[in-house]
């Protein structure tokens, strides 16, 4: 059969000592439908010059595995500036491939291994070029959804990406709980649901001329249950939190746990799990989307945001127009001791759910987008740091490339990068004092992005040995260049986000700005905008794959230099220079 489906989320799991990936989507039906296909995980050696072809014959003369090695095979990648022969062993049981780096990474002919820190469904989508958050071709044979809450499953002997601009409608729910703490105990009080389709307020107690929309409940037992019903009964996509991973759902799990009750509400029978994701620990469930708005505010939408103050009321102020109920949390306890006024603590939460509702509606495309640029499920995406998202970007390029994918670096490495003298940054010009008129802007477009671009400013090109590079493309006020003969793998896909920004913003001036098309291009080229944009940072970033301090601060020597040329012409036009910062300049007539 062939069915086309709109791809959520990713997990995999192991059929006998095989892993089997786990695509999960919904077709055009509004089917949820749950894909399988068998995959193999793998990892890279880097020999020592000449021993290729020992250490080939040594990895596959090795006993006594902790899983069968399936495949040892000589590549050629990229490494650095030059092309390398390189040893793939493909493995069959993914969860067994660092065991099998431990044995391998101590013979004498290699120089290190590499790609052994990828995670299997991670990597299984780099190697496809399959984008979550669009539309895929599944060809295969459809099969009962044992064990799983889905329409049905399909076992996949082919997947294929469909390059269509079509969304699919999302059943997103809204969850927010309300907790007080009384004689030193804290206790779950209400827990509210709110989409489209319902709006509840599940109570712990039960009181006169109550809302429509409560439900009351004799114990936190019961409560918990009813919630789990409703999120089953509901069967949405995804559900949205506002600090959900630190708070809501953290303190679910620590009470479910205490009540020997089973937090599930994912397609798999699996209890909510917490994992590691952009340096955080994230609340978990396979299918079910969960997607923590605070986190994704908080680490990219923040810095365009007018408010500094991040709390649901500001944040919904600022991108809805609308605020929460005012009632502070001492009032709360009080009103609840009582057992007075107890239909406002309900209108209060259930408004929390509406308000986290409303605001998914606005940065859910926004994920959605930078998850298909990145190629990163939504689940991380909402988590990621610019850097980490940088990163996402450049391996995905790097597979399509044949180039090998640097190792994250240790501890130890990175303690030797905080330690490093910093650079000096961009050129700030104090702002004048007074009241100004005829004011003029001069803005480079994209300035850091255009300058490591324009001037190939990548980690392999840095300080090549051509003369020529360091005559005609060196760096101002450094002693650095770089090459201008080789192109860099940077500025290759850095030059092609601009000119697809470009390419979209040109589409987007022939429709009209409340179609569905303008909406989803809008939402593209602020995805590649992100990425554009925080490409310099990631140079610096003492995480990076890629880092290279001596490429972040050659930007910056660039971006003073042409700075300082547009400050030299604007005095010799006889302008006065009134403010100036980074990649704009603030100019009035003398």
Known sequence: ????????????????????VLLFGKNEKNERILVRKKFFHYFFVLPKVGKEEIVKRRIESLTNLQTKILKV??????????????????????????????????????EDTFEYNISFYKRFLMDTGIKPCSWIEINGERRESKGFDVDFVIDANEIKQVEEIKECEMNVLAIDTEWVEINNEEK?????????NIKKVLALTEWENKQEFVESFKNEEAMIKRFLEIVKKERPDIIVSYNGDAFDFLKLRERAKKLKTKLCFGIDPKELEFVKRGGTSAARCFGVVHLDLFVFINKILSPTLKTEVLTLDEVANELIGERKIELEYEEMIELWKSKKGLSRIAEYSIRDAYLIYSISQVILPQIFSISRLTGEIPFDVCRYSYSQLVEAYLMKKAVEDKILIPNSPKHEEKEIRMRELPYRGAIVVEPKTGIWENIGVVDFRSLYPSII????????????????????????ETNYHFCVKVEGFIPKHLRYLIEKRKEIKERMKKLQKDSIEYKILDNEQYAIKIISNAMYGYFAFIGA???KKECAEATAAFGRYYIKKVLELAEKENFETIYGDTDSIFLTTK
């Open 1 to 20: 059969m062939k069915e086309k489906i709109f791809l959520l989320d990713i997990d995999y799991d192991l059929e006998g000592e095989e892993g089997v």
């Open 73 to 110: 095979e000589i590549v050629k990648k990229r490494w650095l500036k030059n092309e390398r022969d390189l040893i793939k062993i493909t493995i069959q049981n993914p969860k067994k491939l660092k065991n099998i780096r431990d044995v391998i990474k101590e013979l004498d002919e290699i």
């Open 188 to 196: 779950l009080i209400m827990i509210s649901l709110f989409s489209k």
């Open 453 to 476: 671009a324009t001037k190939n400013i990548s980690t392999e090109t840095f300080n090549c040995e051509h003369e020529e590079c360091k005559k005609i493309n060196f760096v101002p």
């Open 545 to 547: 794959r890629w880092y």
